[in-house]
């Protein structure tokens, strides 16, 4: 590719998303949204969150492994159930990270 071709490109990217992200303020007052949207829309944070996060527990090598030498899924499991008890996400994060560190580290599982 030119450079020109490479600029043009990032002249039009750094646009569509200037515009689609300063459509909320140019357009958001004249739209309504439905109360069943907006409900909706409150569950759209933790839905892209998992949309990202399952795939690197479940997926190793580019295969699912849903068994106990997945120590990513099993991290994970324990993560969640410690997060079920606490209610603290900053813990859940240090807690399921030194897990699974430990697992890592432990010669049965290498």
């Known amino acids: 590719m030119?450079?020109?071709e490479i600029?043009?490109?990032i002249g039009v990217l750094?646009?569509?998303t200037a515009a689609t992200r300063s459509s909320f303020w140019?357009?958001?007052q004249h739209i309504t949204i439905p109360k069943r949207v907006q409900e909706m829309l409150r569950y759209a944070p933790a839905c892209a969150l998992a949309?990202?996060?399952a795939p690197d527990l479940v997926l190793v090598d580019g295969h699912a492994l849903l068994d106990l030498s997945n120590l990513k899924l099993v991290s994970g499991i324990v993560a969640t159930i410690f997060y079920l008890?606490?209610?603290n996400m900053l813990q859940t994060?240090?807690?399921g990270m030194a897990f699974y560190t430990a697992l890592?580290?432990?010669p049965v599982f290498q």
């Open 104 to 106: 890592r580290l432990l």
């Open 14 to 16: 750094a646009l569509a």
């Open 85 to 87: 008890l606490r209610r």
């Open 26 to 28: 140019l357009i958001g």
């Open 2 to 4: 030119a450079d020109w």
């Open 7 to 9: 600029w043009l490109i």
């Open 51 to 53: 949309a990202i996060v």
């Open 93 to 95: 994060i240090v807690f």
